[in-house]
């Protein structure tokens, strides 16, 4: 097998929205160079007319079910129950996210054609080559820092690099399913406590984007690798923080539009308090 299909990034689409950040991803990681393939994972809830685009660019698709979970265990973490349970006080996750679909992303470990691979939430961009992740140790992900310094203390599961293996998405499946087992953050909890000694990457390698309001000092264009749409989605027509991340928006816009990409390096931080 050839050093670019041993290698791949990872996206999960459980949804048409979803779909539009898969196409901008997809699109950002094919300016960057790359020999990695690019892998979608799907439920039937897309419409094929929506992965178009993602073919177009030269993804590779696998269809995924959600995972085999006992009924209590997908009562306990439907929408409804879990947000009520663990509600979200600092942003709003748009109306199409549904917990349990994030869990799909495990699938990744059944991946087994590949020796690494590095999962990119969908939500995401990738601004420059970061092929040299791929040699980090499974499981490396960066810290969920938004808000303040404690925040570097959680992982965030929006990009992580693993390594595919049966064995492993056997022993997740029967950690995961415990009885009475809640995992308030779905696969971010889950994978923090299956990981307990997970290695960190650079805070750059996943950038959430209310950093850009809550911590701009953090914010250095010239550094970042992955932007992160965190919370409210770039693709929503209008949502309660569009006006406070505007530059972030329309620099989505133009990946997913496929319109002229501005130089990176040389776009202007935010002000500092």
């Known amino acids: 097998m050839d050093r670019g299909r041993k290698r791949a990034f990872v996206t999960l689409v459980t949804n ?4 539009k950040g898969a196409t901008a991803l997809a699109r950002s990681i094919r300016l960057t160079a790359t020999e990695a393939d690019i892998v979608v994972l799907h439920t039937g809830a897309v419409e094929p007319t929506r992965l178009a685009p993602l073919a177009a660019l030269g993804c590779r698709f696998t269809s995924v079910d959600h995972l085999p979970l006992s009924d ?7 929408r409804g129950n879990l947000h009520s349970a663990a509600p979200f006080t600092k942003g709003r996750k748009p109306d ?7 869990l ?13 691979c590095i999962f990119i939430d969908a939500d995401a961009l990738v601004l420059r080559n970061i092929d040299r992740f791929f040699g980090y140790p ?18 965030n599961s929006g990009v992580f690099v693993a390594r595919p293996s049966r064995p492993t998405f056997n022993a997740m499946l029967a950690h995961l399913d415990q009885p009475g087992a809640f995992w308030r953050r779905t696969d971010q ?3 923090e406590t299956f990981f307990p000694d997970w290695h960190g990457l650079p805070v750059t390698m996943n950038m959430l984007q209310y950093v850009w309001f809550n911590l701009p000092e953090l914010w250095d264009w010239k550094s970042i690798s992955i932007l992160h749409y965190q919370y409210e989605k770039p693709w929503e027509a209008d949502h309660p923080k569009t006006d406070r991340l505007r530059p972030l928006i329309e620099l989505w816009q133009a990946f997913f539009n496929g319109s002229e990409i501005p130089d990176i390096a040389s776009l202007p931080n935010p002000e500092k308090s």
């Open 16 to 19: 048409d929205d979803y779909a």
């Open 72 to 78: 209590a265990f997908n009562h306990r973490h439907a």
């Open 96 to 102: 199409f996210h549904s917990p349990l679909d994030n």
């Open 104 to 116: 799909c992303k495990l699938r990744l470990w059944e991946l087994t054609e590949y020796d690494r």
């Open 138 to 155: 499974e499981f490396s992900a960066a810290p969920n820092v938004y808000e303040g310094l404690s925040d570097f203390q959680r992982l």
């Open 189 to 191: 909890t889950f994978l």
